[in-house]
């Protein structure tokens, strides 16, 4: 009787998040999420999980269960659902944002979205999957309980414990003591935040922070956060309410939030008339104006950077406006967002950021809301999920600062399985699994050959040699046209006249010396022009362009 | 009487601080630093300021005056210095920075280094020049004094007040004050924290909390912190004498920087069998050694990086070893240190950050003490240096806080002219001023042209198509050879048959309708196959490769 975990996304990185379990002929399947990829992944749009193990394995898959409605737990799915062809189940808004987003790449069957409540158990083969609520940067989310004859697993899902709720929905701690006090055999755990001491502060106390800004403010507000932080959203419309400003919402994924979460009445609108289209914002006052708006993460193509950089069609930044970027860099970010914050000042409008104020609150749990939840739970084993290695470490130490043992707390990794059995678990043998690189419309064309090549590329650019030689099998063959040199991303071609006269030189040397052989082949004559190029632009330039030899017979 | 002050690095930016100040035929230009590329500079090494200027005045330029040893202050002299021919005067340990970094690249005329002492003013044509001792993140930095016939105008350099600097020299507030009773017409500050209220903690506070983690730690201790700040280095090095551990420099920038600061006394070694030869680590207990070490900002050749993913050929990381990164990531960094973190966690390392206590503290003064040099100096104009728009802004924030007017403190940009008079102070106009990049041994010839093709050949790589035609001056002409397709950095060519094909086709009609033309052009037959493919290729793979049409008549 052995349950597996297998993390296919989601360990040892925040991102792309995919768990699978797997009790005998049952797999359940939660979230499936995108990574944005890192800088040297150069030209790739996304990262998605590897599914191979769940595409041997479809018809054993009795559905997708979504956490919530953010990028990380549900972008993959445009690209996972088509291939698996499965159910997939969630709360009302996470459901919506699912079917918006595969929409978007050609849509599922309406048949396989399925709408769950938490509180009210599935029956998914050999499991019983019970969805609880969870307080997150997003309304409706949730966590799992996966009863299977093994004993019973819980998910966390991302979450904090926020007392206050703007949505009324507070975690359901009670729950999570109930089968604490029935027997818990695995608790695995959002990470994120192990290594912050404390708790998270509620997502009201922004709101106050923002009423209090907005209060300030003379000119028009700009509001920027992530879209779906749709309590955020409310608070600042409420605020805006109350001081008696119209709102505007600029932004395509703003935009379709919004849309979505009022039309499932996850956002509420205090009077029908405030909401502003952007074609008439130049019908208001600025004191009179609330642009709520994406680009808190300073993206090149985000609204709020466009209106910065003053690239944006409809929107403009006045001096004395007021910009509050109501988010935390994601890092790798922090260049970007401090490019469009001196963009901001330079035009001459206040800037509000976290460091001055509560103008953001993290929406994952800090280490006494980590504890809360484990002591709660009491679960056998802990598994540290939804992290990178540094983050599991964290939660494994708050999990001995609780009295468990090390090696009750594993450091997961990806595609390896955890074997539990009621009474013991161990690390199992490792199956596929891995990143695959969404580029375009490629999904896994491009791989380490095609990265390495762009990375040449980008730092040095590209030579192309062109040499026609005379045509006819028989030796001795001779040079009848060129080499003539093309370059692109290598240097300033204009100026650099010697050093191309010079390569062609090195070049019809390293060809002669190959005619001169008795025999010759194709092969060796490109690798002869490329070594010799390529060591006569080290010497001269101290660069490495990617050199293509280009031999025609003539 | 007129004075002018021109920024050609240093403002509006974090790095390749430049200062011009120029009296009727005299120039003193103080620093010359370089900057890191950001990441969408594909393959440029350096970024230093456009001296053109300086260049077409060679002859007025009385000197290089150098506050401190930082690369965004000294960097760029090996360029800069062999175009100018002008002597550099710096405190005795930035003169030996200056003086190693640029042997590297060449040398300069011995005779034209000269060490200077702060307090002891130097003629500069008709500047007076007076070094005045500050405390920074590395010995015998100074700010400056220049007194013309229009008055004093101070720079601080890069400073923060701390009031018990380790090697005992303190700011020198005196001074300040003296300059402030006599009247100051201008006070140039460093605004690079200016954004953060309080004040900077001493550097002292570092050494008892590396003490306290020395002391607590069983295994190796690995250090990594800035090669230049000897300051803590020492402080390491007195804690590992204290604690009995032998200490050993690895990385070469570190080991640079130390033999430097020993051999001009400004590191100071307790016990001379102290240092250990990386070679002779495996002859010492763990327990009894400190490795101090480069790799602090996860660059990925530092030493740090390399021992934390098991390629350091010397030194390994061992489960039980303590790692401290004495450092704050710099904006850009985040995600590199991020990850070194995670594979010192996953050897099983404890990993100490500055999140985890005082181990780093900043290097530049807060609000608190940037108010304390404006009283003491108590200038009529506040000029924000070193700085981006928000940090200048800010420090136009403080100085209002202090009853200065917004017209007293302007915001300067590279290359316009403060120009200053005893009464008045405008912005006057603008000079050839900006960025020049390094590539290699490269200094220039790299430009946006180059860039922008580097950028697209990093997105989607670059396609050859290679095509013969028949030779002959009269139409009608045909393909004899190709189109062939050579591609890199694109897609996977080996699973991309079918896209080739179709590619081959494409570029196939597209030179049969320009071969039916009564004439045709070589330019316009390869615009015609760019478009061609560009749109195919877009079509079926909503990427855009570069394309290089070739065409040889065969």
Known sequence: MKLNIIPLGGTGEIGKNLLVFEYED?????????????????GIDLVIPDISYLEKRKDKIKGIFVTHGHEDHIGGLPFILPRLNVPVYATKLTIGLVRAKVQERGGYPDSLFRVLEPGKPVQAGEFEVEAFRVTHSIPDAVGYSLLSPVGRVI???????????IDGHEMDLSKLAEWGQEGVLALLCDSTNAERPGMTMSERVVGKTLRDWFARAE????MATFASNVHRIQQAIDAAMELKRKVCVVGRSMEQVVRTAHELGYLHLPAEDMLVDVGEINNFSHSRLLVLTTG????????LTRMATGNHRQVNVAPGDTVIISATPVPGNEKLIGRTINHLYQIGAEVVTKDMGLVHVSGHACQEEIKLVIRLTRPKFLIPHHGEVRHQVALRKIGQSLGYEEKQIPITQLGTRVVITPEKMEIGDRVEAGSVYVDGLGIGDVGQIVLRDRKQLSKDGVVVVVVGLTRGKGVP??????????????????????????????????????????????????????????????????????????LLQV
């Open 26 to 42: 049952s797999i359940v399947v939660i979230d499936g999420g995108v990574k944005f990829p890192d800088d040297e992944l150069l």
């Open 477 to 550: 063959h001779s040079i009848v046209s060129g080499p003539d040199i093309i370059s692109r991303g290598f240097t300033f071609m204009k100026e650099a006249n010697d050093l191309i006269e010079g390569a062609k030189n090195n070049a019809t040397v390293a060809i002669e010396v190959q005619l001169k052989q008795e025999s010759w082949e194709w092969g060796v004559m490109r690798a002869a022009i490329h070594e010799s190029l390529s060591n006569y632009f080290w010497d001269k330039t101290r660069r490495r362009p990617m050199i293509l030899p280009v």
């Open 219 to 222: 000119g028009k507000i700009i």
């Open 155 to 165: 998910y966390t899902g991302d979450f904090k414990v926020d007392y206050t709720p």
């Open 296 to 303: 808190s993460q300073g993206e090149p193509f985000a609204a």
